[in-house]
């Protein structure tokens, strides 16, 4: 199986501060067909999974754009430019190359 | 608007079975691939079983197999997961999870719901 390491486990920012979670696969993400399937979720609190980015740095509908998302292979990253109160929640990676999907173990965003 | 509404959780003794169902609204089930994800109280995310829009293939996670049965209802617009023999480490939020059109992943998420195997 892939297994996916977010890192750091849980950050604490001050708003209006940058953030930036790590997430590594332990195999390339990256398919025959060109596209790379590394998804990007936010859970807030007693909330389910949302989803923030698709195939590493597609923004979904009616996330803001202070989110961004980058990286290739097995080496990825979610930004947030500019934090705000309303980010806190848990930050989950996922690959959906190989069964079975994998998450990593999560990032707890926590506001200063 | 898209829509997953569970349904079937409870409290279960270990041994025990339950069948987890998944009303979809807002869009055409049978156009969508489907995923059951897990979540033990105070962990991480776990990802359960898949289904195609025709019905197969079918996957499952091994902490499940031979256990679980996922499976669909394109005419009614229901996903369903048949769970027989739950053990305790099987206690968690169950979420139906819709695969996007664009391809492999997950786009939607249902609000869940907890399934607790004790005796």
């Known amino acids: 199986d892939i297994v996916m390491t977010q890192i750091p486990p849980s950050l604490s920012v001050t708003p209006g501060q940058p953030a930036s979670i790590s997430c590594k696969s332990t195999?390339?993400?990256?398919?025959?067909?060109?596209?790379?399937?590394l998804y990007w979720f936010l859970q807030k609190p007693g909330q389910p999974p949302q989803l923030l980015f698709y195939?590493?740095?597609n923004r979904f509908s009616g996330v803001p754009d202070r989110f961004s998302g980058s990286g290739s292979g097995t080496d990825f990253t979610l930004k947030i430019s500019r934090v705000e109160a309303e980010d806190v929640g848990v930050y989950y990676c996922?690959?959906?190359?190989?069964?079975?999907?994998?998450f990593g173990q999560g990032t707890k965003l926590e506001i200063k | 608007e898209v829509q997953l509404v569970e349904s079937g959780g409870g409290l279960v003794q270990p041994g025990g079975s339950l069948r987890l169902s998944c009303a979809a609204s807002?869009?055409?089930?049978?156009?969508?691939?489907m995923n059951w994800v897990r979540q033990a109280p105070g962990k991480g995310l776990e990802w359960v079983s898949y289904?195609?829009?025709?019905?197969?293939?079918?996957y499952y996670a091994d902490s499940v197999k031979g256990r679980f049965t996922i499976s669909r209802d394109n005419a009614n617009n229901f996903l369903y997961l048949q769970m027989n023999s739950l053990r305790a480490d099987d206690t968690a939020i169950y979420y139906c999870a819709r695969d996007p059109a664009w391809g492999t992943g997950i786009d939607y998420w249902g609000q869940g719901t907890l399934v607790t195997v004790s005796s």
């Open positions: 807002g869009f055409t089930l049978g156009n969508y691939d």
């Open positions: 996922m690959q959906c190359l190989h069964v079975p999907r994998t």
């Open positions: 195999q390339s993400l990256l398919d025959s067909d060109g596209r790379t399937y």
């Open positions: 289904i195609s829009s025709r019905g197969r293939p079918i």
């Open positions: 195939e590493v740095s």
